[in-house]
């Protein structure tokens, strides 16, 4: 799966359980300014856990890796490459 | 200024499930002769306001004046209570205060309860200092308002002021949908367990049940931190493991200046506390009336005290197995079914859980509501404190705030349950928390 393809699922997720209607997101909104607070961000951490069979671990749990949909997605693509 | 048709405000809003709880903590603060279930915000500026401006703006509010004309209708086992809107042509009240000592908040504000009862349920007043700075405070019952609400209402003054285009539809909860009682019902039973379970006897409490508040006064205490001390307590959120977000090494943070008290009285034990978690989608510019949160729920055992990161390691790994197993979406709809009991009922069955400890201290935060408020009624905004409804028991609430680029904790307390040396201790403990070197 490529990073690409990851933005579109979390992307998907995120606006149909966590963001209001009006709220749209694109791969480089911050989603801290969108309003995703601590309780979502877990959410979205077990949402691909499920989703993409990879567990983020603890020393990558890291504010910069869940800026935006993009270093999230690249977080979980270098997570699946070293897993594969 | 903007005029709005009274006739156009919902006639009826039936209480959320967090809503009623509240009804029941305001029968708590009755029987324990508590301050009461009033929530303060408290604005600073560096120039007088304009009263005449300030008064237009918040007549000029659609949800200011809905707030002033309602009236509580009780529940029955078929109708859950609801807000009757009287439209009795009530308007708030803006007050001024001359005689006040710099940068306090006058006793006549602090003392005033807002009860279930009240003509109006929210309160304005200004305060003016003698260096000709002044303060604006809204006052309001915690039951029509929670802390997302209250930022939302501000906003909506703001947008008043620029005499922005408003969508009045959002300052109300919309009509429930219908849920399928049955998984109501099963809900229910596992979240009564897992509450059960997670609050089970003993726990500490800086509370005593020997004593109660007598004159229900609430003694606040802020400790502000400048912009570089809330860089490093930022930096060290992260250090300490709180990952997601400061919450936790805050929460762990208060746990660990509590469990100091309770040390130096001999009294160390397991901390149990429910903190609220803002049920509303993300990003959301509604509803502002109705409490629209659910809660989180934390046991800290003794045990876990050795270090801060221990704490936060604990919080977390509770935090992410609640979300994981939708704990706040089943207290909610746990509080929603809860609300169609008699309040005698409902109070009985809260109070004799746990032996009516409601949890060993309270902890609120603002998040980053206020973090980038600039101005208020056009303007600039040089500091913000809330002060809390202080609950009894425990009589010990810590509340989170940030503006701009600073962090101020404001520590609500009775001084029956918390004396002087102890507040001393809990500021000293918890500045050494936050600030030290992970």
């Known amino acids: 799966m490529d990073t690409n393809s990851i933005i579109e699922e979390i992307k998907k997720y995120i606006e149909k359980n966590i963001l209001a209607e009006a709220v749209s997101i694109d791969a480089d909104t911050e989603l801290k300014k969108a309003g995703i607070d601590s309780f979502s961000t877990v959410e979205i951490i077990l949402f691909i856990e499920r989703k993409f069979g990879v567990a983020i671990p603890d020393e990558q749990l890291l504010p910069e890796n869940f800026k935006t949909l993009r270093s999230l997605a690249l977080t979980v693509t270098r997570l699946m490459n070293h897993t594969a | ?438």
């Open chain 2, 1 to 438: 200024m903007a005029t709005f048709n009274k006739a156009d405000l919902p006639e009826k809003i039936i209480l959320s499930g967090a809503d009623c709880f509240h009804l029941v903590l305001d029968k708590h603060a009755k029987k324990h002769g508590a301050g009461g279930n009033v929530m303060r915000k408290v604005f600073y500026f560096n120039d007088k306001l304009d009263f005449k401006k300030v008064d237009a703006i918040l007549k000029s509010s659609p949800v200011i004046y809905w707030l002033c004309n309602i009236k509580l209708n009780y529940g029955t086992i078929i109708n859950t209570a609801y807000w009757k809107f009287t439209n009795a042509g009530n308007e708030i009240i803006l007050q001024e205060h001359n005689m006040a000592r710099e940068n306090e908040i006058p006793e006549s504000i602090l003392n005033r309860n807002i009860t279930i009862d009240a003509k109006r349920f929210i309160e304005a007043d200004l305060v003016y200092y003698p260096s000709g700075s002044c303060a604006f405070v809204l006052s309001w019952n915690h039951i029509l308002l929670d802390a997302k609400g209250t930022t939302l209402l501000f906003e909506h003054l703001n947008q008043l002021t620029a005499k922005a285009q408003q969508d009045t539809g959002l300052y109300f909860p919309a009509k429930e949908k219908k849920q399928n009682i049955f998984q109501h019902i099963k809900n229910m039973y596992k979240i009564k367990s897992f509450v059960q379970e997670s609050a089970r006897p003993p726990v500490s409490s800086v509370a005593s049940t020997k004593v109660k508040p007598g004159d229900g006064k609430t003694c606040t205490k802020i400790i502000s931190f400048d912009a570089c001390e809330t860089k490093k307590i930022q930096d060290n959120a992260i250090k300490a493991g709180s990952r997601f977000g400061p919450t936790l090494f805050f929460i762990a943070c208060c746990a660990h200046a509590v469990h100091s008290i309770n040390k130096q009285r001999n009294k160390t034990g397991d901390l149990w506390l429910p903190v609220p978690y803002d049920g509303r989608l993300k990003g959301a510019t509604g509803p502002m009336i109705s409490n629209c949160v659910s809660f989180l729920f934390y046991r800290i055992l003794k045990t876990e005290f050795e270090s801060v990161p221990q704490t936060v390691k604990s919080l977390s790994m509770q935090m992410t197995r609640q979300i994981k197993d939708g704990i706040p979406q089943k207290y909610k709809m746990f509080l929603n079914m809860m609300r169609h009991l008699p309040l005698w009922l409902y109070y009985f069955l809260i109070s004799n859980t746990n032996k009516g400890v409601f949890a060993s201290f309270l902890y609120t935060s603002t998040g980053d509501n206020f973090s980038n408020m600039e101005t208020l009624f056009g303007k600039p905004v040089k500091n913000i404190t809330m002060v809390p409804a202080l609950t009894y028991p425990p009589g010990l609430t810590f509340v989170f705030l940030h503006h701009l680029e600073t962090l101020h904790i404001n520590i609500a307390y009775s001084q029956e349950i918390i004396n002087n040396n102890e507040l001393a201790l809990i500021e000293e403990n918890i500045k050494a928390t936050l600030l030290a070197n992970y």
